[in-house]
């Protein structure tokens, strides 16, 4: 099993700029990629950026040269660094692990079966 905690959602004006954390704990120590994801009400969920074990890293269209994926493997933590932000990225920002999956996969239509999932943390962005 493990455990996702993610913080740093808030309320921020357009061009602003938010860092997002996850935290994992309890069974770590496997092959595990983590990605972030975010979901407005009435829309689907979308792949936003993942990292794998290989330290691939892959984006949504709509995030990239904007948000930044990283991880501190010590830490047991992941980050999504959230720049130029504007009213459209408004959502729920989610957290997931995946046994074994590649950030290709989890980023690509259709992917995102991820093993298991934080509560999320509320990213508002003002016009």
């Known amino acids: 099993q493990v455990q996702l905690v993610e913080s740093g959602g808030g309320a921020v004006q357009a061009g602003g700029s938010l860092r997002l954390s996850c935290v994992a704990s309890?069974?770590?120590?496997?092959?595990?990629?983590m990605a972030w994801f975010r979901r407005v009400p009435g829309k689907e969920r979308e792949a936003v950026a993942a990292?794998?074990?290989?330290?691939?890293?892959r984006y949504a269209d709509s995030v990239k040269g904007r948000f930044t994926i990283s991880q501190n493997a010590a830490k047991n933590t992941v980050y999504l660094q959230m720049n130029s932000l504007n009213p459209n990225d408004t959502a729920t920002y989610y957290c997931?692990?995946?046994?074994?999956?590649?950030?290709?996969?989890?980023?690509?239509?259709?992917?995102?079966?991820?093993?298991?999932w934080g509560k999320g943390t509320l990213v508002t962005i003002s016009s």
């Open positions: 997931g692990a995946g046994l074994g999956c590649s950030a290709e996969v989890v980023t690509a239509p259709g992917g995102g079966d991820m093993d298991y």
């Open positions: 990292i794998d074990n290989d330290a691939n890293i």
């Open positions: 309890g069974d770590t120590h496997n092959n595990y990629c």
